[in-house]
C-alpha cells in the first residue's frame, strides 16, 4: 500500500500564526478581486517545475547568479558548497544539507543518495560534474524535493543551469590564469544564431593543480595532483512560435590523486602509502527538452536525459609505509530518463502535471588486496572482491499547483505517486588467503584461501520495491508588494534497497521517510533581497550505514530523528560602488529512537551536521572597471560518525578569499587567493579497527594566482 502522511493541524496553526492580525502589520488593499500585487523584476529558478520567481517560492532555495559566483573565485560546486549556508562538505562528493550527508549516515548499501544533483535536466551521479564555468545560476534547494524532483532528493537538490542559447547575437568568453602549487587554468565559450532560429553554445575548460602532498615512501611530490576537464556543446531550435527544442551534451574528466592522509602527518601534508593510489572520473550527459506551444496559458514539455558516470579508485588501507593491503573500486553509474509535463498558466492558476520514468543501474566492484581478516581467532592476510549490482525503475505521477485564493493568498498543493522496483545483487569472494602468525604476523606458507571461501563466500540476488504518496501543501501570504511569506508541509523519502554483505546474506532494509514543516519569509526590494526560514524535518526507519568488518555492511533503520534550525540570507546594493551578500544557517539534529545491539544513540548528533554556518562577501565594482571583493565563510566542527567521538571531529573554519583586478569592454585581469589565512582543518576522518584504517581528510591550502579574461558580447 502507498504510504502517506498528513498532517493539516501543525499546518494549519502555523498558517493562522503567520496571519494573525496581532503578529502583521496588514497593509492597506490594494485593488480588488484576484489582481496579484505589483512584483518588481527578480529571478527566476530554473529547476522549480512551475519556474516561480524567487520571491513566490514556498521553500527555501539560494539562487547563486554568475556575478556571485566570479566575486567567490567559484571554479566548481565543491567550491560553492564550503559557502552556503547549511550545507557543509566534508570533500568533493560528500556534503550535506540541513544535517543530513548526500550519502546518507554512515557507510554500506546501494541505496541511493539523498541529494540530487542535475545539470541542465539531467541527473548526474558523477564526481567531476560540478564545473561551473559558463554556468548562468546554481540553484540550492533545502529540505525534502522528492515530491519535484524525485528519487535521490530526500535532503535537497542542486540545479546547475549553462548559459542560455543566443538566437540573436554573438556572444563569448575566455580565461587563462595561473596559481601556486604549478596551478593553471584555461577556458573558453562562445556561442550564437547560426542560421535564422537555429543557435549553439560551446564550453571548455581545464583546470589543474600539481597539489600540496608529498608522498615520502614513494617519494613523489604531486601526490594529490588534481586535472579537471570539461566540454560542453548546445543545440537550439526555434523556427516557429509553437515549437522549440535544445540539445545538450557535456562531457567531464577528472584526475585525483587519493585523499587519505594519515592523521599525524595531516598538517605537515605528508601521506606514507606505499601503494600508487588514484581517483578518476569520467562522465557524459545528453539532454533533450522540447516545448509544444498550444497557447498563451498551455503548453507541453518533453524532457529526455541519458547521464553516465565511471569511476575508479585505489588506495592504500592503512595509509602507511607497511604492505597491510590495498583496494581498487570500479563503479559505474547510468541513468535513463524521460518526463513529460503539461504546463498551465491562467490568472489564478499556475500547475504543471507530469508523468517521470527513469532506470537506474549501479554496478560496483571492490577488489581487497591483502587485508587482515580475524576469523574465529584465527588471523589471515586474504585478497577478496566484493560486487554490488543493482537495476532500479521508477515510475511517477506527480502534480503541482499555486492557486490564487484572492489578492494575496495563494495556496500550493502538491502530489506525488511514486513506484520503485530494482533488482540487487552483492557477491563476496576469497581469491586467495595465508594464515599470520600471532606473534610475528608474518604470512606462513600455503593457501588458506579455499577454508575461507568455504565460510564466508557468498552471491546472493534479492528484489526491493515500494509504492509511495507524497503530498506536498503550502500557504503564502504577500504582506506588501516586496514582503511575502509562506508555511509549508513536504514529505520526502528514499527507496529501500539490499545491503552489499552482511555475514553471508543479504538483508533488504525498509525505506526512509521525513516529514518536514517550514516557516518563511521572503523580502525584495529595489536591489535588496532578503530570506529567512524555520523548519524542522522528523525522520521515520532512517537509514544508518554501518561497516562491521572488511567484508561485512549493513543498513539499520533507526526509529526515529529529527533536524531542525534556521537561515538567513541576504544581498544588496550598499551605494558607492559597494555591495554585500551573504546568508547563516543553524541546524540541531539529534537521534530520538535508534538501538544497536542494545547500545542506545538517543542524543546523539548526525554525523557530519556542524550547528552553524555562515559567509559573507563584500564587493565593489568602479566605473573605471575596478572590482575588488572580499569574502568570509564559516563551518562549525562536526562528528564524523554516530557514535560522536569526541576525538574523531571534523574542525571548525573560518576562511578568508579576496578578489582584486579591472575588466574593460573586453580585456581584464585580476589577482586572487582563497584560504589567506593557510587555515589547516580536518573536513573528514575515516576509522576501522578492523581493517587497521586511521585516515584523515583535509582541506586545501592557501592559494593564490593570477587570472586573465576576455570577453566578447
Not at 523584476?41 to 520571491?55: H, K
Not at 545491503?499 to 516529514?515: A, I, K, L, M, W
Not at 582563497?674 to 586511521?694: C, P
Request: charged residues 25%; aromatic residues 10%; negative net charge.
Amino acid at each position: 500500500m502507498p504510504r502517506l502522511y498528513w498532517s493539516p493541524p501543525y499546518v494549519t496553526a502555523l498558517s493562522l500564526a503567520l496571519t494573525a492580525p496581532g503578529l502583521v502589520a496588514q497593509p492597506a488593499a490594494q485593488g480588488e478581486g484576484t489582481d496579484r500585487p505589483q512584483r518588481l523584476e527578480e529571478m527566476v529558478v530554473f529547476g522549480d517545475p512551475l519556474r516561480r520567481q524567487t520571491l513566490d517560492t514556498v521553500s527555501s532555495i539560494s539562487v547563486v547568479p554568475e556575478a556571485r559566483l566570479d566575486a567567490q573565485n567559484i571554479r566548481d560546486l565543491y567550491d560553492l558548497l564550503l559557502r552556503t549556508p547549511n550545507v557543509s562538505a566534508a570533500k568533493e562528493d560528500k556534503f550535506s544539507v540541513r544535517g543530513i550527508s548526500n550519502e546518507g549516515i554512515g557507510p554500506g548499501g546501494t541505496g541511493r543518495p539523498t541529494v540530487s544533483v542535475f545539470i541542465d535536466g539531467a541527473r548526474q551521479p558523477g564526481r567531476g560534474a560540478g564545473n561551473t564555468w559558463d554556468v548562468e545560476q546554481v540553484e540550492f534547494y533545502r529540505g525534502p524535493q522528492s515530491t519535484a524532483f524525485g528519487p535521490g532528493s530526500l535532503a535537497g537538490a542542486i540545479v546547475l543551469k549553462s548559459r542560455a542559447l543566443d538566437y540573436q547575437g554573438y556572444s563569448g568568453s575566455a580565461k587563462l590564469g595561473a596559481a601556486n602549487y604549478s596551478g593553471q587554468e584555461a577556458g573558453i565559450a562562445v556561442g550564437g544564431p547560426l542560421i535564422d532560429g537555429v543557435a549553439f553554445r560551446y564550453a571548455g575548460e581545464t583546470n589543474q593543480t600539481d597539489g600540496e602532498v608529498t608522498n615520502t615512501t614513494l617519494d613523489d611530490d604531486e601526490w594529490q595532483a588534481r586535472k579537471r576537464y570539461l566540454n560542453r556543446f548546445k543545440l537550439g531550435w526555434q523556427g516557429n512560435d509553437w515549437y522549440s527544442l535544445e540539445l545538450t551534451w557535456q562531457d567531464t574528466k577528472l584526475r585525483e590523486g587519493t585523499e587519505y592522509l594519515p592523521p599525524a602527518n595531516a598538517e605537515r601534508r605528508r601521506s606514507t602509502d606505499n601503494v600508487n593510489g588514484f581517483y578518476d572520473d569520467d562522465s557524459e550527459l545528453f539532454v533533450l527538452r522540447q516545448i509544444l506551444t498550444l497557447s498563451d496559458a498551455l503548453d507541453v514539455e518533453l524532457i529526455a536525459s541519458q547521464s553516465e558516470s565511471n569511476s575508479a579508485r585505489r588506495g592504500d588501507y592503512d595509509v602507511s609505509a607497511e604492505d597491510r593491503g590495498q583496494f581498487t573500486n570500479i563503479t559505474t553509474k547510468e541513468n535513463q530518463a524521460l518526463e513529460l509535463r503539461l504546463n498551465i498558466s491562467t490568472e489564478r492558476l499556475r500547475a504543471v502535471l507530469g508523468a517521470y520514468y527513469s532506470e537506474d543501474d549501479l554496478m560496483g566492484t571492490s577488489a581487497n588486496r591483502g587485508v587482515n581478516y580475524s576469523l574465529s581467532g584465527l588471523e589471515v592476510k586474504a585478497d577478496a572482491d566484493l560486487a554490488a549490482d543493482r537495476s532500479a525503475d521508477t515510475r511517477a505521477l506527480y502534480s503541482e499547483a499555486d492557486i490564487d485564493l484572492d489578492s494575496r493568498f495563494t495556496l500550493t498543493l502538491g502530489l506525488r505517486y511514486e513506484e520503485n522496483e530494482a533488482d540487487n545483487r552483492s557477491a563476496f569472494m576469497v581469491t586467495g588467503a595465508q594464515a599470520v602468525d600471532p606473534i610475528t604476523g608474518t604470512p606462513l606458507p600455503g593457501d588458506v584461501g579455499p577454508l575461507l571461501a568455504a565460510v564466508l563466500d557468498d552471491d546472493t540476488s534479492a528484489p526491493s520495491g515500494d509504492t509511495v504518496l507524497l503530498p506536498k501543501l503550502a500557504l503564502s501570504y504577500d504582506i506588501s508588494d516586496s514582503l511575502s511569506s509562506f508555511v509549508s508541509f513536504t514529505q520526502g523519502y528514499r527507496a529501500g534497497s539490499v545491503d552489499f554483505v552482511s555475514d553471508g546474506n543479504s538483508p533488504t532494509y525498509d525505506p526512509e521517510y521525513t516529514d518536514n514543516y517550514e516557516l518563511g519569509l521572503k523580502f525584495s526590494h529595489h536591489s535588496w533581497y532578503v530570506q529567512a526560514a524555520l523548519f524542522r524535518i522528523d525522520y521515520q526507519d532512517m537509514q544508518v550505514g554501518v561497516r562491521v568488518d572488511a567484508s561485512n555492511f549493513r543498513t539499520d533503520n533507526a526509529g526515529e530523528a529529527q533536524a531542525q534550525g534556521a537561515e538567513l540570507e541576504f544581498s544588496g546594493d550598499l551605494g558607492l560602488g559597494f555591495s554585500v551578500f551573504g546568508g547563516v544557517g543553524y541546524t540541531e539534529t539529534e537521534f530520538t529512537d535508534y538501538q544497536d545491539d542494545e547500545v542506545s544513540f538517543d542524543g546523539k548528533r548526525f554525523p557530519n551536521a556542524p550547528l552553524a554556518t555562515a559567509n559573507f562577501t563584500l564587493r565593489y565594482q568602479h566605473s573605471t572597471g575596478f572590482f575588488a571583493d572580499a569574502s568570509w565563510s564559516r563551518t562549525g566542527g562536526s562528528f564524523t560518525e554516530r557514535e560522536n567521538t569526541p576525538s574523531l571531529r571534523a574542525d571548525a573554519r573560518d576562511l578568508f578569499g579576496a578578489r582584486a583586478g579591472w575588466q574593460g569592454e573586453q580585456l581584464g585581469v585580476e589577482l586572487y587567493g582563497q584560504n589567506l589565512t593557510d587555515k589547516f582543518y580536518v573536513t573528514d576522518r575515516f576509522v576501522s579497527e578492523s581493517l587497521g584504517i586511521n585516515a584523515a581528510f583535509v582541506g586545501d591550502p592557501r592559494e593564490y594566482g593570477i587570472r586573465l579574461h576576455y570577453q566578447l558580447d
